[in-house]
């Protein structure tokens, strides 16, 4: 499909993405970049990359397709710095998990010749680092891209090629919807997750261990996401703070509500509640975005 792509920053996505697309042969040259040497490095013995570069510029020459990896309180920075190095004609993509604050940072030094478009995969796991990648980590997955009205449709069908050959189903969005519905999915229970884990290892000072020695399921799924790369979950949230304070505001209401139904004694209510909640993780499996069994998606030897 193309015959030089470039990865800028090689954690779990950009070493994922390297695998997948090696493992489908989409492109021809396959270079690596990371700001972090100890990174490039380790991606270098990965050998999965014809080049690991320690410089941008040198990463993106001649590449066709560019995919920013970077924590998005980085991409500006980044892409500042290749910006008058791209090829004309070249595609350059991210995968943050914020749209419109990414877009608002970098479009205005797009060159004209060349074509931006937002992306999103629905994938990843609590493990960072270049040896956390793996090829299936988008299969069946979704991802999300979020072309402007002016964007090419050449060019936005070519990444959505991309993104199926990669293994995922692709859908269109507005990038301001997209940062509303990944506020309350997906930015929303990382943030109770970390109140969460911070709150037992407070607790963990005055019951002398016993939080953490008898950590049921559910609080360990929750230090599952708490695990989760910090540096990226901080620009997360810097670069959304609008929609994640409404979808935290929402649920601040809920749980007042739910702490009524406690308070008074209303089992009708939490019954109905707890009965819609099941059906959702349900319509989830259905859907084939989990399974019943642990660790979907998060095993790279599957």
Known sequence: MFEKITIIGVGLIGSSLSWA??????AKTLIGYDSNTEHCERFQKIGVADQVENDPQK?????DLIILCTPVGAMKSVFQQIAPHLKSGAIVTDVGSVKASVIEDIKPFVPKDVTFIPSHPIAGTE?????AGFASLFDGRWVIITPDAGASAEKTALLKAFWEKCGSQVEEM??????????????????IAYNIVGTAAHLEQVTSSEVIKFSAGGFRDFTRIAASDPIMWRDVFLNNKEAVLEMLGRFTEDLTDLQRAIRYGDGDKLHDLFSKTREIRRGIVA????????????????
């Open 21 to 26: 697309i090696r493992r489908e042969g989409i």
């Open 59 to 63: 990463a993106v020459a001649d590449s």
């Open 127 to 131: 493990q960072s680092g270049p040896e």
């Open 174 to 191: 507005e990038p301001k919807h997209h940062d509303l519905v990944l506020a309350i999915t997906s930015h929303l229970p990382h943030l």
């Open 287 to 302: 859907a084939g975005q989990e399974t019943i069994e642990p660790n979907f998606g998060r095993n790279k030897n599957d």
